[in-house]
Every structure is written in C-alpha cells, then in structure tokens.
C-alpha cells in the first residue's frame, strides 16, 4: 500500500491526538490542525489524500474550510466527523466524500479512509 497521508482537522486536543495515534499504528502518515484555518495552512504544505474533518471548530468550522477549498480550487477528499444528530446532511452540504457520527468506532472510520486513499 502506497503512504497514505489523513490530515486530522478537530479541534478536541484529546480526540485529535488519540486519532492520530490510531491511524499511525494503522499504518498511516498522520498530520493535525486544530482548526479550518490551521488545516489549510497544512494542507497547502502537506498535500494529504484525505482530511478529517470536524465541522463544528473555532477560528473555521468545517464549512467554512470547505468553502475556502472551493473558493482556492482544492480538491481533496473529506471525511467528516461530527456529533451533529444530522451527520449526513452536514457531509452533503460541503460535498464531503464521506461521514462519522461522533462517537464512531475505528471500525467505521477506516474504511472509509481506505476507500479515499489512493
């Protein structure tokens, strides 16, 4: 399996950090941003094949990052992840590839990953 690198935008220092941790045991390159804003500045610098993305976030929500993407031309495939009761919609609204409900099981986030990393 060729490298994949997952951009972790959440802005839950705890939930970041042991995400981050996971997907590395799991054999991925991982990177952090606590928020949209942050996660742009990494991904115009690291070029991931896949963000997740929490949409509720301080400085820029999701939403706002998902914009920002369309506004610059960026594509990349998002993940979203998020305890809104309505995690279909919200993944719907930015276009998003995919979509969690917090809280999620691992088993439930990886495929989805895997299914964008190429």
Same mark, same amino acid.
């Given at each position: 399996? &060729? @490298? ?5 935008? %959440?802005?839950?220092?705890? =939930?970041?950090?042991?995400?981050? %941790? &996971? ?10 941003? +606590?928020?949209?804003?942050? *996660?742009? &500045? ?5 070029? @991931? ?8 976030? +301080?400085? =820029? ?6 914009? #920002? ?7 990349? +495939? ?8 309505? *995690?279909?919609?919200?993944?719907? #609204? ?13 088993? %439930?986030? =990886? +495929? ?7």
């Amino acid at each position: 399996m &060729t @490298p994949c690198l997952v951009l972790v935008a %959440e802005d839950d220092e705890v =939930l970041r950090e042991t995400l981050s %941790e &996971t997907l590395r045991l799991e054999g991925y390159i991982v990177a952090g941003a +606590p928020d949209g804003a942050q *996660a742009l &500045t990494a991904l115009e610098r690291l070029h @991931p094949n896949v963000v997740l993305l929490d949409i509720q976030m +301080p400085v =820029l929500d999701g939403k706002g990052f998902a914009r #920002e993407l369309e506004a610059r031309g960026l594509h990349v +495939p998002i993940v979203v992840m998020t305890a809104a009761a309505n *995690a279909d919609s919200c993944a719907d #609204e930015i276009d998003a590839d995919g979509w969690v409900a917090k809280p999620f099981k691992l088993s %439930e986030l =990886l +495929p989805a990953i895997e299914r964008l990393c190429v």
